[in-house]
């Protein structure tokens, strides 16, 4: 089991910008890491799916926030991040990150491995 722990969240005003972090307890080239994903869950609504990034590398968005939120890695650190911009309320939620050994990276259910979140709020 990987452990997985995101960091980074927090209040910002619309326009904003956050980014969060997610430390992996395993190498990114360890095979556990084969997919990595970001997820929200806004109150009362299901879990998401937003961005997973393959071991190769290889990103896809969710059309919710393409073009807005963009996915990358320290190597050297194991941590993904999650660069926020141009947030908007809609984009208020638990954000979570996740992990899988196998498959398609956009099977959101097939994540094993979660971290704890972090909250996110979006507010003037």
């Known amino acids: 089991q990987v452990h997985l722990a995101e960091s980074g969240g927090g209040s910002v005003q619309p326009g904003g910008s956050l980014r969060l972090s997610c430390a992996a307890s395993?190498?990114?080239?360890?095979?556990?890491?084969?997919?990595m994903g970001w997820f929200r869950q806004k109150h009362g609504k299901e879990r998401e799916g937003l961005a997973y990034?393959?071991?190769?590398?290889?990103?896809t968005y969710e059309d919710s926030v393409k073009g807005r939120f963009t996915v990358s890695r320290d190597l050297d650190k194991d941590i993904l991040y999650l660069q926020m911009d141009n947030l908007a309320p809609d984009d208020t939620a638990t954000y979570y990150c996740a992990a899988k050994s196998y498959g398609w990276c956009g099977n959101i259910h097939q994540y094993s491995d979660w971290g704890a979140g972090t909250q996110v709020t979006v507010s003037s």
């Open positions: 395993e190498s990114f080239s360890s095979t556990y890491l084969y997919c």
């Open positions: 990034r393959d071991i190769t590398g290889y990103t």
